[in-house]
């Protein structure tokens, strides 16, 4: 093989990597754009005016949902009442709301859905939105528990945290 024949494979391999690493960052960003934009089929607030807060705890976890703006009156309400619906959904396993924007194969999702009935899922209002604390024994959910957090954190982007 001739050095040119080298130098052209070597490009063509180098412009095939850029090609695969940017279509994975756009991906990514696409999964993003796709929670916030799409976010409004299931949840009746405004993602740009509200904060996902999840935090893992060694039992499971705490996932808030907050106004940015406490003058939001309009917004708290829209959190509890779907919060609220969601709690009693996750406690019978259904876990529908999150599959059908985040999608069927979404990390932990599925063991929540089976083991639904080892993880006590409670909700409680608050004055700037509401959250929902699960809680469980069991080390396989709980596991679940935490990849489903992180798995929501990364596609909720700017619009969630941890803490």
């Not at 991906?27 to 996902?52: I, R, W, Y």
């Amino acid at each position: 093989m001739t050095n040119n024949s080298h130098r052209l494979r070597n490009f063509h391999r180098s412009i095939a990597l850029v090609l695969i690493l940017g279509s994975t960052a756009a991906l990514a960003q696409t999964k993003q754009e796709h929670v916030h934009h799409s976010g409004q089929s299931v949840m009746p607030f405004d993602l740009s005016k509200t904060t996902h807060i999840f935090r893992m705890t060694d039992a499971g976890g705490v996932e808030r949902v907050v106004v940015k703006d406490a003058t939001a009156k309009d917004q708290v309400a829209l959190i509890q009442r779907h919060l609220q619906h969601e709690a009693v959904a996750f406690q019978r396993g259904d876990y529908s709301d999150p599959a059908s924007l985040h999608g069927a194969d979404m990390p932990g999702l599925k063991d929540l859905q089976a083991g639904a009935a080892q993880i006590k899922v409670s909700y409680s209002a608050l004055p700037a939105g509401a959250e929902i604390t699960f809680e469980t024994t069991d080390l396989h959910l709980l596991t679940a528990i935490h990849r489903w957090f992180g798995a929501q954190l990364s596609e909720h982007g700017a619009d969630a945290m941890s803490e």
